[in-house]
């Protein structure tokens, strides 16, 4: 087995600031595809500027891409990373069934969280600029229940849920080996195939949900993505198509 795809950068740092930061601002004079992995961060965040916690041996990267598609598009990307992260998982210890993708960017392994992920990128407007896709995966460790948004899935790691121990190299090698087939996928078909094989893995198909937007608590039974990628929940006004938010079990 290839143990990297052709045309994907890799680098390894010991120590950063954050993973997406650092993938960011070596866009300017690295060609992209790269992915940057750092042993340790120091001020990681997750969705909505939140603290992402990182125990030492668990995971921390982000993938720099230079997308030709319009922002709406390629924000896509993170269905197409979230498989990616399945089929890593799966390769690493063997177990498909253990894994299901939460809507919008997360990798549940038996109901709690094992990854999420973040989008960024330094465009303006519709002017597309790198695009940096960071991901945080609990290889050895979770974060404790205090670090954790209240109501919000609880964390695991894969070691402590299947007793399988994988570095955060050997699991960059998995990542881009899933990773690099699929964005092809994408960039040449476009968004249907990916979603398709997302919604074979999604979490909590068909049953009743909360989308928190900031704005208004919706439920609703999980009933599709469409094709934008939006939630779509049949509630009792009907079913609605919801862009961004935060959900819960």
């Given amino acids: 087995m290839s143990q990297w795809p052709d045309g994907y950068g890799r680098v390894v740092l010991e120590e950063v600031g954050s993973t997406l930061d650092e993938g960011l601002a070596m866009a300017s004079d690295r060609p992209a595809p790269f992915l940057v992995l750092a042993h340790r961060q120091t001020t990681a965040r997750g969705r909505r500027g939140r603290a992402w916690a990182m125990p030492p041996g668990n995971f921390a990267a982000t993938l720099v891409l230079r997308p030709a598609e319009p922002p709406h598009l390629a924000a896509l990307r993170s269905f197409v990373m979230s498989l990616a992260l399945h089929r890593a998982f799966v390769e690493v210890c063997g177990r498909a069934d253990a894994f299901a993708l939460k ?12 990854a999420g992920i973040l989008l960024e990128s330094t465009g303006q407007g519709a002017a597309m600029g790198p695009l940096a ?7 050895v460790a979770a974060p404790v229940a205090d670090e954790v948004e209240a109501g919000a899935v ?27 087939p699929l964005e092809q996928q994408f960039t040449t078909l476009g968004f249907a195939p990916i979603r ?54």
């Fill in 103 to 114: 809507w919008p960017n997360d990798v549940l392994l038996r109901s709690g969280k094992v």
């Fill in 133 to 139: 896709i960071g991901v945080g995966v609990n290889l």
């Fill in 154 to 180: 609880q964390p695991v790691s894969l070691r402590g849920e299947t007793g399988i121990t994988v570095g955060p190299e050997a699991f960059l090698d998995a990542l881009a080996r899933a990773y690099a």
């Fill in 196 to 249: 398709a094989a997302w919604m074979e893995h999604a979490a909590r198909l068909g049953e009743t949900i909360i989308a928190r937007t900031g704005r208004e608590e919706i439920t609703g039974t999980f009933e599709d993505v469409d094709a934008d990628g939006n939630l779509l929940l049949r509630t009792p006004k009907g079913l609605r198509a919801i862009a961004a938010a935060d959900v819960f079990f």
